[in-house]
């Protein structure tokens, strides 16, 4: 079977000026440094607007660089969007696509995401793409249903373990403080991994990372780390300190 080597990837959303951008992707970078044969890797994905500054602190260190969303088109008259192109161009090699703040925020469709990613792929860069359930979807039980529809609707169908990831992220827990119990965490990821055994076979599905997210800390990284099918974590507020960012990084 294909090894799945932990990803910890950081979501910086919409934070970071170039100063403290720098001072960030320097603390992380260093800390790396540390420790260049441990056995996860490391992602940040900071604002378009510091993808060149962190590119230029990171170098070197090992750790990779993402963006966190790309236009579907290679070009052209799209005021104020960024394409896969440009997102690979500025020294990404990995691109955040269908966060739920981006479904709920810019209406973006499984559809959209589904091109997004072949976009992505297009340009060798490594999709990982968001899904999850709302909180009124869970408590009607649908969670499984949920994000079976939308790994099957947003991956698209030339996606494979070396060039996509996906985030299980369960809207409520983004930013919240409320985390899925690990019985529930496994329970979805593991019905990620057989969707995606139906929709690109075995081999594929064995190999692709699945990373959650919401509201991981150091605290919680440990238990919902160790679980089967958790390779790793997307994370949101605790990836904007270096410590904290690290400290989850050390419990895989
Ligand atoms: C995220 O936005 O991807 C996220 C997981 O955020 P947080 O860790 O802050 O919940």
């Known amino acids: 079977m294909t090894e799945r080597r932990p990803l910890i990837a950081g979501n910086w959303k919409m934070n970071g000026l170039r100063a403290d951008a720098r001072r ?18 490391l992602l940040v994905c900071p604002p378009f607007t510091v993808l060149e500054a962190v590119s230029q602190m990171i170098e070197n260190t090992g750790v990779y660089l993402g963006a966190q969303t790309c236009h579907v088109a290679e070009k052209g008259a799209h005021t104020g969007d960024i394409s896969a192109a440009m997102v690979a161009d500025s020294g990404c090699s990995h691109v955040i696509l269908g966060h739920s703040e981006r479904r709920t925020n810019h209406a973006e469709t499984n559809d959209q995401v589904n091109a997004q990613a072949k976009a992505a792929h297009e340009q060798s860069l490594i999709a ?35 060039n996509t990831v996906i985030a299980y992220e369960p809207v409520w827990a983004i930013g919240t403080g409320k985390v899925a119990t690990p019985d529930d965490v496994q329970e979805v990821h593991a019905n990620i991994r057989k969707v ?41 507020g605790a990836s904007l300190k270096a410590e904290d960012f690290w400290a989850i990084a050390q419990s895989c």
């Open 128 to 162: 990982i793409i968001c899904v999850g359930e709302t909180e009124a979807e869970r408590e009607s039980g649908k969670a499984l249903e949920v994000v079976a529809e939308q790994v099957k609707a947003s991956v698209p169908d030339d996606s494979s373990y070396g």
């Open 196 to 236: 995606l055994a139906e929709k690109l076979g075995q081999e594929e599905a064995d190999g692709i990372r699945i990373l959650y997210g919401g509201s991981m800390k150091p605290e919680n990284a440990k238990e919902l780390l160790a679980l089967g099918d958790v390779d790793g974590g997307l994370i949101g």
């Open 24 to 41: 960030l992707a320097v603390e992380i970078g260093t800390l790396r440094q540390f420790k260049p044969d441990a056995a996860f890797d």
